[in-house]
């Protein structure tokens, strides 16, 4: 059924095979995910080996591949590591960068980014523990505009406020031509205020990761409709989802082959030009 689209999977989470358990595991208890049993049933841990033979399963055509600096002097060794993949699986893999806000180096952590040929910068506010519009934040989506690289960027969660809809939208106000893809349709677990209030933002894009499994198909179908099916791009949250699980539970909401064409691979095709 897939093998008629390109699809890329906009949202991947890869580690080095000695520390992918531990990571994914931390993944689990930080979203209290082990609890529930909900997320990451797949069996899946983050390395590249995983990923790559998931993809090849269900013919995802490519993947961003990205990883999260938790502390500031992480950012350059994370970086490097992503790079490397990506130079490894050049056609299989798009890379994004991190930035810490608590970096000394934070303009030289960015061009070596850059020099490494990675495509844009990731984001993740509870996880790094910032609020998106903290001055010392701002300073990042400042450097990601002059370098016009897009920002995937963490969004929501009803435990915190530190990315939630009002903090986004004054980012997405000071920089109107810097691209933010917001994971999580916008807002985790806040899935009905977030298009509410962003929907109407022309450089605000969402990716649909980590949100079908708490949507019922109705209400995943009408986010869709309130971004538009030329904002919306695919994504897994690899390794906490089953790519094949999340293509079909979007190929169920009943969206013509133009709007399934956005959403898997065009529009973040345009956004990376390629």
């Not at 208890?29 to 995983?50: D, L, M, P, R």
């Not at 022309?202 to 649909?208: A, G, H, I, L, M």
Request: glycine share 6%.
């Amino acid at each position: 059924m897939y093998n008629k689209f390109k699809i890329i999977d906009s949202h991947c989470h890869i580690f080095p095979d000695k520390i992918a358990r531990k990571a994914t595991d931390s993944i689990d208890i930080f979203y209290q995910i082990s609890e529930t049993g909900v997320i990451n049933g797949c069996g899946f841990v983050g390395t590249v080996k995983a990923l790559i033979n998931q993809c090849d399963a269900v013919g995802v055509e490519k993947c961003l591949v990205t990883s999260v600096a938790t502390t500031p002097h992480h950012a350059q060794s994370i970086n490097s590591f992503i790079a490397s993949e990506v130079e490894l699986f050049p056609d299989r893999f798009i890379g994004f960068g991190s930035l810490h806000p608590e970096s000394e180096a934070l303009e030289e952590d960015a061009e070596h980014l850059i020099e490494l040929g990675l495509k844009g910068v990731k984001l993740h506010p509870d996880i790094q523990n910032f609020k998106v519009d903290d001055p010392k934040v701002i300073r990042i989506f400042e450097i990601c505009n002059e370098k016009k690289l897009p920002v995937l960027l963490h969004t929501g969660d009803s435990r915190y406020d530190n990315s939630n809809p009002d903090r986004v939208e004054r980012i997405l106000k000071m920089f109107p031509d810097l691209i933010i893809i917001g994971a999580h349709f916008g807002g985790w677990s806040i899935w009905d205020k977030a298009p509410e209030i962003l929907c109407k933002y022309k450089n605000f894009y969402v990716d649909t990761c980590s949100s079908f499994y708490a949507l019922s198909k109705k209400r995943a179908r009408e986010i869709i409709d309130l971004y538009g099916a030329d904002k919306v791009i695919f994504g897994t949250d690899f390794p906490m989802w089953k790519q094949e699980e999340e293509l079909k539970f979007l190929f169920d909401l009943g969206l013509s082959e133009e709007e399934l064409e956005s959403i898997l691979y065009d529009n973040l095709a345009k956004i990376l030009k390629i």
